[in-house]
């Protein structure tokens, strides 16, 4: 690895820390917005995040992607839906936050990659490997061990995980870069928002305008907020493989556990401790075999590479010795298999 490379490579993990540190030591921002109440807070956000992905688009001049979008309907309503989707995460995520729900707010983005892997099988048709499968099996089993533990469903972690699974599916369809994509899906807020929010101040329910200069900057502080982690990610996700990323990503809801348990001092009960466990050795199970399987695939690139270039250099050579050079290469689909 040259220079060049591993310096790209340490800017990219910075980038990688800094934005699930922000997104995990979030739960730290949205108490100090009270005492407006969680629907003013995200109708906030909504409004403050376009304002401020538009100027960070004026500096990075990306233009031509919005009329492209726009003539394609398909994708439009894509966004769409990505729009409400998210919005919904962002409106619950606010809204346990301010409730003392930090824990089990965690918990829905520890049992994220879960539900989206089980999205895929229902949804795509996906098939899993059997460690997979265990995995998810033992996180059907943490949610009853938790619905039991909290005497009801956790409501609260699953809308979170499955919102932020249909977000991720429909992200992908759509194919946006993630600063475009959250300019389109804040346009389509907007206008709701903004309403929302002009609303209030004509019923005096307003606190933008009531509680003082300070307050209303922490409103506007929303947008930055929302983006300036998502433009740190976009940096990481360019220079570091995407392996690196996904065990990055349990950051964010370890720091949420630990500021719910630690700084809130939310209850912790034998049960839900048993429950929690159940989910990180389910995760424990999916990092152990997506990076077994990301080491063979490796290994077979590296073999399908060998066996060409042994063929161009002994060109002269007769066919049945290049047969035999060729089996002795271990078969690159029998060493992919789990």
């Given at each position: 690895m ?22 995990g ?12 109440g969680s629907?003013e ?7 403050w995040?376009l ?9 990075v ?8 979008l ?9 966004v769409?839906?990505?729009a ?7 409106g ?8 003392g ?10 049992i ?8 895929g ?9 059997p460690?997979q499968?265990?995995?998810?099996g ?18 609260v972690?699953?809308?979170l995980?499955?919102?932020?699974a ?9 194919n946006?870069?993630g ?8 346009a ?10 002009l ?13 003082g ?12 907020v929302t983006?300036l ?6 940096a990481a996700a360019?220079r570091?493989?995407?392996s690196t990323l996904?065990l990055l ?5 370890v720091?949420?556990?630990l500021?719910g348990v630690l ?9 839900r ?6 989910v ?9 075999d997506?990076?077994?399987?990301a080491r063979?695939a490796?290994?077979?690139l590296?073999a399908?590479?060998i066996?060409?270039a042994?063929?161009?250099?002994t060109?002269t050579v007769?066919?049945a ?5 060729v089996a002795?290469?271990p ?6 298999r789990?």
């Open positions: 040259t220079r060049k490379t591993r310096g790209e490579r340490h800017i990219g993990l910075l980038n990688g820390f800094a934005a699930y540190g922000m997104w030591l979030v739960p730290l921002f949205w108490p100090l917005l009270k005492p407006a629907v807070i995200l109708a906030h956000r909504m409004v995040s304002a401020f992905v538009a100027v960070a688009l004026l500096f001049r990306r233009r031509r992607w919005a009329g492209e726009v003539r394609q309907p398909r994708r439009l309503g894509l769409t839906v990505a409400a989707v998210i919005t919904v995460n962002w619950v995520y606010i809204w346990a936050v301010n409730n729900q930090v824990v089990e707010a965690s918990l829905g983005y520890f994220n990659p879960l539900v989206t892997i089980a999205m099988v229902l949804l795509l048709k996906e098939r899993l490997r460690v499968w265990a995995a998810v033992i996180g059907f089993a943490a949610v009853l061990v938790l619905t039991i533990g909290y005497g009801r469903p956790p409501w972690s699953l809308v995980a499955l919102s932020f249909t977000y991720g599916l429909v992200k992908k369809k759509v946006l870069s600063l475009e994509s959250l300019t389109a899906e804040t389509i807020q907007f206008l709701p928002a903004l309403g929302y929010l609303w209030l101040t004509a019923e005096g329910r307003s606190t933008f305008h009531t509680e200069a300070g307050h209303a900057a922490l409103l506007a502080a929303t947008g930055i983006a982690p998502l433009v740190c990610f976009g360019i570091v493989p995407l996904g990503q349990y950051l964010a809801p720091f949420q556990f500021l700084y809130f001092r939310e209850a912790m009960p034998p049960e401790w048993a429950g929690f466990s159940l990180w050795l389910a995760l424990t199970l999916l990092t152990w997506a990076l077994r399987t063979r490796a290994r077979t590296r399908e590479k066996v060409p042994a063929t161009i250099a060109g007769s066919a010795r290049n047969a035999q050079s002795s290469v078969d690159p689909v029998v060493d992919a789990p």
